[in-house]
């Protein structure tokens, strides 16, 4: 069946189309006025099975779970487009209807997400707030907060932003992988109907696990694989909501939808709960990069003449296709290999083998045990660096934009000429011709020292002092290359 593959009008979700449907990252973009332009406290309580267990029983268990979990699900809205005045920068002076009102005339983009930390800490998909300035968040009891990315890792499809607020209810991860067969809760914002709050539920089972997305991996440049499969609905707009257990425990992230030709009746997908997942978010919480490992080599799973050509006698390996010239493997391993064993852990299928590879620390040999003209043998390898063509938020690449400049920390090999670098504050890294700031001197290149009086180390200090201070109370005071400091007031 001939397939072609396409991207949307606008960023955030891939597209693969078919006659038979159409595979998407399932946020969802809007244009104005709603048009849509498609692609893109804690949850504690423990619920028991019992013999008797009837239908009425189980919508019970339906209600129960949402109250539980819905207070730590989100909806996401955010947007790449420029305004003039920093509205929706403060939490308590503003609210759904005018975040609705502000974003009615611009594209946006929807999604979901889901707090980690009571501190303000959100999870989401990397492809919902990718390259977007502006990002809000609505709780499920209609409250909106003005939100920051703290980190992102493309690769795996996950972002952690921060809102300002405390004391907020968190989700709980599942400890055991989903199954086949078991129930299967989705909270969201589907094509932002969340968006005011009240997030929306939709149930169903697990499908299936270990599925794999190549074709939307490829064209977006990121891991799908090892996923739950569900029927519960998942529509673009539910992209980094989470999927939950009949215990009120998150079992995955939303990430995929396949939708039929009628836009009906789409199978979803979800990155599932592991403990690799759960030191991503951790990381990113720390402003800490993901670094993955690279082997430069492509592996297909194995068929069974190619298993037998192999001289094995049991399933499982991957079979080296090829290698990439002048890569780590470029010397050691060759196409036909088949490696049944990688750093210890043995490999059942070409997906496993890649999240291994991108597991395992770099610059440090491990031993790979690979077939070869039927004849067993350990080969220590090292992989490097895997270099990304997506640009991930750290902690040294955080940005905000607020008074017209956008602004982010000081790089630590950032050249201020003669003059001496400032102990701290924050880079001004571009600034509109129309800021009142640039007529009064201020650069690319200048610092911000102080803001209301209150010394700003990163955007996260800044993001506090913005919201909890009267906007004509925030003075600020440069620090310029010079080392000259100066007040300048808006």
């Excluded at 169903?204 to 569900?230: F, M, N, W």
Aim: proline content about 6%.
């Amino acid at each position: 069946m001939e397939r072609c593959l396409a991207r949307s009008a606008r960023r955030g979700a891939a597209i693969l189309l078919s006659l038979s449907g159409l595979l998407i990252s399932c946020s969802s973009v809007e244009g104005p006025l709603g048009r849509r332009a498609s692609a893109d406290g804690g949850a504690t309580q423990q619920f028991e099975m019992s013999d008797n267990f009837g239908v009425y029983d189980l919508e019970q268990r339906f209600q129960s779970i949402t109250r539980q979990v819905a207070p730590a699900v989100v909806a996401i809205s955010a947007t790449d487009a420029k305004f003039e005045n920093d509205a929706g920068l403060q939490a308590d002076r503003f609210n759904a209807e005018k975040l609705a009102a502000m974003l009615a005339t611009v594209d946006r983009t929807v999604g979901t997400g889901f707090i980690v930390d009571s501190d303000g800490y959100i999870v989401t998909n990397d492809h919902v707030i990718s390259n977007n300035e502006r990002i809000w968040v609505t709780t499920d009891n209609h409250h909106v907060y003005p939100a920051i990315v703290v980190g992102s890792d493309p690769r795996s499809d996950v972002a952690v932003l921060k809102i300002p607020a405390t004391k907020l209810p968190t989700i709980r991860f599942a400890e055991a992988p989903a199954k086949r067969g078991q129930w299967t809760m989705a909270l969201g914002n589907p094509y932002g109907l969340a968006g005011g709050g009240e997030m929306a539920v939709s149930v169903g089972i697990v499908s299936a696990t270990g599925r794999s997305l190549p074709k939307l991996s490829s064209h977006e440049e990121r891991l799908y694989c090892d996923l739950i499969q569900t029927t519960a609905q998942i529509n673009p707009g539910n992209s980094g909501g989470p999927l939950f257990n009949l215990k009120g425990e998150m079992i995955g992230i939303n990430a995929a939808v396949i939708l039929s030709q009628k836009v009906t009746n789409g199978i979803g997908f979800a990155i599932p709960v592991t403990p690799h997942l759960r030191q991503t978010i951790d990381d990113l919480k720390q402003g800490r990069e993901v670094v993955y490992g690279f082997l430069g080599v492509h592996v297909t799973s194995l068929t069974p003449m190619e298993r037998k050509e192999a001289g094995l006698s049991e399933d499982g390996g991957a079979r080296i296709d090829a290698i990439d010239a002048n890569s780590p493997a470029s010397a050691k391993l060759k196409a036909g290999d088949t490696v049944v064993n990688f750093n210890g852990q043995p490999v059942t299928d070409g997906d496993q083998f890649v999240r291994l590879v991108g597991e395992a620390q770099i610059d440090r040999p491990v031993t790979a045990i690979v077939y070869r003209g039927g004849k067993s043998m350990s080969i220590s390898v090292a992989t490097t660096r895997r270099q990304s063509p997506m640009a991930a938020v750290t902690r040294d690449t955080q940005r905000m934009r607020w008074r017209g400049m956008l602004l982010g920390p000081i790089p630590q090999h950032w050249d201020f000429g003669p003059a001496h670098k400032p102990p701290s504050g924050l880079l001004v890294i571009a600034i509109d011709e129309k800021c009142p700031f640039a007529r009064g001197g201020v650069v690319e290149g200048s610092v911000i020292a102080t803001v209301a009086g209150k010394p700003v180390g990163d955007i996260m200090q800044l993001q506090r002092i913005v919201n909890d201070t009267p906007p004509d109370s925030c003075s600020i005071v440069f620090s310029r290359t010079s080392g000259q400091i100066v007040s300048v007031q808006e």
